[in-house]
């Protein structure tokens, strides 16, 4: 019988306590001998992440993926407060990309997602703090995943006793994920912080609900003007680097005339066309 049924059976509901100890027996199930990679994005999530390895007493190195575009409340954050993260640098800037795609990021083109970020942890057990509660997408994740090459081909395995012991014998091909706090809430990770007392980014305390990129185009085109309001120098900063990929080659809109149409395409809110004002097809060109 699993941890996570024991505490059901006991306590008829699983609270914070419970989900910390299950998230502890996650982490100590398959400790590696050369340790975790542990994904830190400075945020809350992985905030919680490393806090629950320490007191699993887990072996583990932890890693922030500069992205070039990260704010810097949250950069300086990082460098304070975990002096021990170690910071991976890209081959290219985010400014570098949007000029070699020809493109902004966008929903349908997230390739800053590929090469800034998803490339992380190659060949080791890695940790994320992936939830359930973020998002749509992510509540048919699982505790334990291999990652492969083909998202259709992920294996998501959950705590039963079969599946753990498929994911401890696991031989394929593919990156193998452990998501601690897969089944935490907002509420859940908030209670576990500030427990530990632990001191966050300040962005919280100024209304952010996430953090990650400025400019994100995951993010609500609201949530964009917003950021962009509170770093004006980053929302200067890409609005340059559109004014050198339009001078740089042929764009793929050609009513771009300047950075700044660019950054008034890309930050209005197109959600109820499928086809922008200037007849460019979104789908096709993200």
């Not at 703090?129 to 997408?137: F, T």
């Not at 753990?164 to 452990?178: D, H, I, L, M, S």
């Not at 912080?193 to 400025?214: K, M, V």
């Not at 460019?280 to 993200?286: A, D, S, T, V, W």
Request: glycine share 6%; proline share 5%; net charge negative.
């Amino acid at each position: 019988m699993s941890l996570v049924e024991n505490c059901i059976m006991n306590d008829g509901e699983i609270g914070i306590r419970d989900k910390v100890a299950i998230s502890i027996d996650r982490l100590q199930a398959f400790e590696p001998p050369e340790g975790y990679y542990l994904a830190f994005s400075g945020g809350k999530d992985s905030q919680c992440i490393y806090q629950l390895a320490l007191e699993a007493g887990v072996k583990f190195d932890a890693h922030y993926n500069v992205t070039t575009v990260d704010p810097p409340p949250l950069t300086r954050f990082i460098h304070d407060d975990y002096p021990d993260v170690i910071w991976d640098y890209p081959k290219k800037s985010m400014w570098q990309l949007i000029i070699e795609k020809k493109m902004p990021p966008t929903r349908q083109a997230r390739y800053c997602c590929q090469l800034l970020k998803e490339g992380e942890g190659k060949d080791r057990l890695c940790v994320t703090g992936v939830r359930r509660a973020e998002s749509v997408k992510r509540s048919s994740r699982m505790p334990f995943e291999v990652v492969t090459r083909k998202k259709s081909d992920r294996i998501l395995l959950n705590d039963n006793d079969e599946d753990r012991r498929f994911f401890e014998n696991c031989t394929a091909k593919g990156k193998r994920v452990v998501n601690p706090i897969i089944d935490w809430t907002d509420n859940d990770v908030w209670e576990f912080i500030h427990s530990r007392e632990l001191h966050y980014c300040s962005l919280y305390d100024e209304g952010f609900n996430r953090l990650g990129c400025i400019g994100c185009p995951l993010a609500s085109k609201k949530h964009m003007r917003e950021e962009f309001a509170r770093f004006p120098e980053y929302r200067q900063a890409y609005i340059n680097t559109f004014d050198k990929m339009i001078e740089s080659t042929e764009v793929k809109n050609a009513d771009w005339k300047s950075g700044e149409d660019v950054m008034e395409w890309w930050t209005r809110d197109y959600s109820k066309d499928k086809v922008s004002p200037n007849n460019m097809i979104l789908e096709g060109f993200g």
